[in-house]
């Protein structure tokens, strides 16, 4: 690498962003969706609890906002290190 | 014109079409044998990935599943879709970055070690196969059950059309084709759940369907929870699995499926890593159009069937054998369906008490019955019977490319003839994908004992031995080769062990201990102990690394170089 400081703070900034995201993957399906559904139990959705939705559609949703958001981000941050294609 | 000339048609001209693709898209070099000439749109490659990814196991059988399960049969629902989440982030740009053509070849390259190359090798094909024989035996079940022909004709009907477009198009033929198939599938998955959701909630839109009122003014999970507790069910919404157990299985499921290398090599067909991490993006938002009609589907089933069964409701008389629809008929002669009448009143009992339940329904003709539930007409059937295919077949398509990269890249490029030349390379990954397919029809034919078990085998293979190496080789510059070839046999061997010690030794009967309902460790299960030997697996790597030499610095360069995007645009021609 002939720029290894730039690909540094680029690989951290990555991380940092990796990190944040996987929190919330978590959070929206293993949390709302197993963990946390019981204290979710009094939000009523349609005929059932909150925890019942993010379990079986609310996680999804969440899924595609993150990996689209990620694109977009880890584009912008090729672009301001330089290391784009 | 008849139901059976109808299907004949629409099944014909989807074939047609696949053939015509694979005329169009014939593959002249290994690039595109092996990865479509890393040309492919990443909109198409998602649509493509969604093909290869969807089976016939999330076409026929999750509906079903998910009908039977309810709440905690949404470890498949996350489980299968959150596992893009991680390969966006944690897998697909690095290795499209990388630039070369199969799994195994970064894991051997990465960890410079042969013998690395060969576990992930071993572990692909183990995985691969399971999964191809349920792709093969579902394409016999839909070939029989809708065109009337043996279940051995129409394996070898589906087996001849996969080596039509394979062998001749490789993966540019195998792209171009899931991508016709992804349409097919999808909309004969989407329709009759339109229709289903109208009928009973007035709500096209299925996923919204779910959780809306139907005529009776009742929320239709309030319905089906009032109903199944009536008849001795557990609550359709109550979580019945441990938490611990639910939890794992997810988990297994998620890095099962970044870690599956038929998933994988899909993205290494598109231009640039950026693509890469797009594509990722709309490979689930096409598997999420399925995902998110599949628990609608499964309920309002459910609901259907108890409706059918007790047309006056719970409390009343149920249905009279001689007075049962002609769906029920059609599929009684499947043996999938069963009535039998154990107290002799002529009536169909359906409740929870295995004593006194008298009607049987195999979980796998929800989706494909479901036309015929609600009373479709004849041209819908037809078009299910085509996507059922269209799920199985370009899964199986998916795998056998995995298999043959694997076999002449990985095995005859690499360890036994390195100077082979670009076109007997080519040469010999038809060879190996005409052979992979004449042995996957074969197992289609002659299930072995561990064909059952893709969920706990294909999900546990990768997810304790391939997804931890690939992530650990991009992540850590400390991870040397004795540290991953020890991970990953770790991983593999306690995962192994564990199932085995469940479904018996090399799944032979009578040879378990212990079984899944009273399982060995708390409650996990077989299926859910991949995430298990992941975290075997990482831990080892990393101890075994901390104790032995470091990598070398041409092997950091490596992982630096994949870590950026930069350069990407070179690996196309190499």
Redesign the interface.
């Known amino acids: 690498?002939d720029d290894?400081s730039s690909?540094n703070a680029?690989?951290k900034a990555?991380i940092r962003t990796?990190q944040i995201?996987?929190v919330i993957?978590f959070v929206c399906?293993?949390g709302f969706?197993?963990?946390l559904?019981p204290m979710l139990s009094g939000i009523g959705?349609?005929?059932?609890?909150l925890g019942?939705?993010f379990?079986?559609?609310g996680?999804?949703?969440v899924?595609?906002v993150?990996?689209?958001a990620?694109?977009a981000r880890?584009?912008k941050l090729?672009r301001e290190h330089?290391?784009?294609? | 014109m008849d139901q059976f000339t109808l299907n004949l048609l629409v099944v014909g001209a989807t074939f047609a079409l696949y053939i015509g693709i694979a005329i169009w898209a014939r593959a002249g070099s290994t690039a595109e044998f092996y990865a479509a000439g890393r040309g492919v749109h990443p909109v198409m490659n998602g649509m493509a990935t969604g093909a290869d990814w969807m089976s016939a196991a999330s076409f026929i059988s999750m509906a079903g599943i998910i009908a039977f399960g309810g709440?905690n049969t949404?470890a498949y629902?996350?489980g299968w879709?959150?596992g893009?989440?991680l390969l966006?982030?944690?897998l697909a740009?690095y290795l499209r970055k990388f630039g070369k053509f199969t799994v195994p070849e970064f894991i051997g390259d990465r960890f410079y070690s042969q013998t690395a190359r060969t576990v992930a090798v071993v572990c692909l094909i183990i995985a691969s196969v399971t999964y191809v024989i349920g792709q093969m035996t579902g394409v016999g079940v839909a070939f029989s059950r809708f065109l009337e022909v043996s279940n051995e004709t129409g394996l070898f009907i589906g087996a001849a059309i996969v080596f039509m477009y394979a062998v001749v198009g490789g993966m540019k033929g195998i792209t171009y084709t899931q991508v016709a198939q992804y349409v097919v599938l999808i909309v004969a998955y989407t329709i009759p759940a339109i229709f289903i959701s109208l009928e009973l909630t007035g709500n096209p839109i299925p996923?919204l369907g779910?959780?809306?009122?139907t005529q009776s003014g009742?929320?239709?999970?309030?319905?089906l929870?009032g109903l199944l507790v009536d008849l001795g069910f557990s609550n359709y919404?109550e979580?019945t699995d441990t938490?611990l157990n639910?939890?794992l299985f997810?988990?297994s499921l998620m890095i099962g499926t970044a870690g599956l290398p038929h998933v994988i090599v899909r993205f290494f067909t598109v231009p640039?890593?950026?693509d890469a991490?797009?594509s990722?993006?709309w490979a689930?938002?096409f598997i999420?159009l399925l995902?998110?009609t599949a628990?609608a589907v499964g309920a309002m089933a459910r609901l259907n069937l108890i409706n059918t069964v007790y047309p006056q409701g719970v409390a009343e008389a149920p249905l009279a054998y001689e007075a049962r629809p002609d769906w029920v008929k059609n599929w009684e002669q499947t043996g999938l369906l069963k009535f039998d009448d154990k107290n002799g009143d002529g009536l169909i009992q359906y409740v929870a008490d295995d004593a006194a339940n008298e009607f049987t329904v195999n979980r796998d003709i929800i989706t494909l019955a479901n036309p015929e539930i609600a009373n479709l007409p004849g041209w819908v059937i037809a078009l299910v019977a085509a996507g059922g295919l269209a799920a199985a077949l370009s899964t199986a398509a998916g795998l056998l490319m995995a298999i043959s990269s694997a076999v002449s890249h990985d095995l005859i490029k690499s360890q036994i003839n390195p100077s082979i030349s670009e076109k007997g390379e080519l040469l010999s990954a038809r060879i190996a994908m005409a052979v992979a397919i004449a042995v996957a029809t074969w197992l289609g034919l002659n299930p072995p004992g561990f064909a059952a078990q893709t969920v706990a085998l294909a999900f546990g293979l990768a997810a304790s031995s391939i997804f931890p190496a690939l992530m650990m080789g991009i992540f850590s510059k400390r991870i040397n080769n004795t540290g991953a070839v020890a991970g990953m046999l770790s991983g593999l061997i306690v995962t192994l062990i564990y199932i085995f010690l469940h479904k018996g030794w090399f799944f032979v009967a009578g040879t378990a201990s212990f079984s899944d309902a009273d399982p060995l460790l708390l409650s996990v299960k077989s299926t859910s102990f991949g995430a298990v030997g992941a975290l075997i697996n990482f831990v080892v790597a990393f101890v075994v690394s901390g104790m032995t030499k470091e990598t070398p610095q041409e092997i950091q360069?490596l992982v630096?170089?994949i870590?950026?995007?930069?350069?990407?645009?070179a690996a196309v021609d190499h």
């Open positions: 690498m290894t690909s680029y690989w990555n990796i995201f996987l993957w399906s293993f969706g197993i963990l559904r959705v349609g005929g059932t609890d019942f939705w379990a079986q559609q996680s999804i949703l899924f595609l993150l990996i689209f990620y694109a880890m584009n090729d330089g290391v784009e294609e | 709440f949404s629902l996350m879709t959150g893009y989440v966006a982030m944690l740009p996923g779910l959780f809306s009122q009742q929320p239709l999970l309030t319905e929870n919404t979580q938490t639910m939890f997810t988990l640039s890593v950026a991490r797009v990722a993006g689930l938002v999420a995902y998110l628990p360069d630096e170089s870590r950026v995007p930069k350069g990407a645009g």
